[in-house]
């Protein structure tokens, strides 16, 4: 009896535990943030025009490469840790696609 409730309980925790979606697609706009080697942050995409917020971007084809251009964009995590000086921990993200908008 104990087994079977250890069991029950152990199944139910591991269905419960919810998985982080790493993907999502945004409307936004691509800034350059300046020379990563100078403490810039490169290109990235921002889902607001003030750049409030940053994702940095590690595979930007260079026909998008222009700032403030406004486009729709689908995203996925790394694992890969951006280094800045910025508050929190940030990672590079793998533009799955871009269109204009």
């Known amino acids: 009896m104990k087994r079977w409730l250890l069991i029950l309980f152990v199944s ?56 403030s251009l406004a486009v729709n964009i689908c995203l996925t995590k790394t694992g890969n840790i951006f280094y800045c000086f910025c508050a929190g921990t940030h990672y590079y993200y793998h533009i799955n696609s871009i269109r204009l908008r």
């Open 12 to 67: 139910l925790a591991g269905l419960s535990c919810k998985k982080e979606n790493t993907e999502f697609c945004k409307d936004g706009f691509i800034f350059w943030g300046g020379d990563p080697a100078a403490d810039g942050s490169g290109w990235n995409f921002s889902a607001h025009a003030n750049r409030s917020d940053f994702f940095a971007l590690d595979n930007l084809d260079n026909a998008y490469k222009t700032d």
